[in-house]
C-alpha cells in the first residue's frame, strides 16, 4: 500500500491550498482516509477524515468551515481544500487510512510541508 502526499507549498494569510493523497495497492472501500499535521516542536495532531464511501466526515474544530476533505472514486484520491489559511495551519501535513472498523491509522503518506506567512 502507498500514499503519495502532494500539494504543499507557502502561501499568505488569507490563501488557499489543496492537498492531494493518492493511494494505491489495494483496495479501500472500507478505509477511513485522514489527513493529519505536524507543526514544529508540536505533536501530529488529527485534522479531518473521511469514509471511502464519502458519507461521512470529521473535522478539527479550529479547520471546520475553513477545511474541506473529499475523495475521487476513478482516481483513488482524497483531497484537503484548504481556505482562509492562517499562520498557525503551518506545519507538515501526512495523510492517512485505517479499515473502517479499526482505530489506528495503519498506513502513512510521507507528509507535505505548507507554510503560511502573515
Known amino acids: 500500500v502507498q500514499l503519495q502526499a502532494s500539494g504543499g507549498g507557502l502561501v499568505q494569510a488569507g490563501g488557499s491550498l489543496r492537498l492531494s493523497c493518492a493511494a494505491s495497492g489495494r483496495t479501500f472501500s472500507s478505509y477511513v482516509m485522514g489527513w493529519f499535521r505536524q507543526a514544529p516542536g508540536k505533536e501530529r495532531e488529527f485534522v479531518a477524515r473521511i469514509t471511502w464511501s464519502g458519507t461521512n466526515t470529521y473535522y478539527l474544530a479550529s479547520v471546520k468551515g475553513r477545511f474541506t476533505i473529499s475523495r475521487d472514486f476513478a482516481k483513488n484520491v482524497v483531497y484537503l481544500q484548504m481556505n482562509s489559511l492562517k499562520p498557525e495551519d503551518t506545519a507538515v501535513h501526512y495523510c492517512?487510512?485505517?479499515?473502517?472498523?479499526?482505530?489506528?491509522?495503519?498506513?502513512w503518506g510521507q507528509g507535505t510541508q505548507v507554510t503560511v506567512s502573515s
Open positions: 492517512g487510512a485505517r479499515p473502517v472498523d479499526v482505530g489506528t491509522y495503519n498506513y
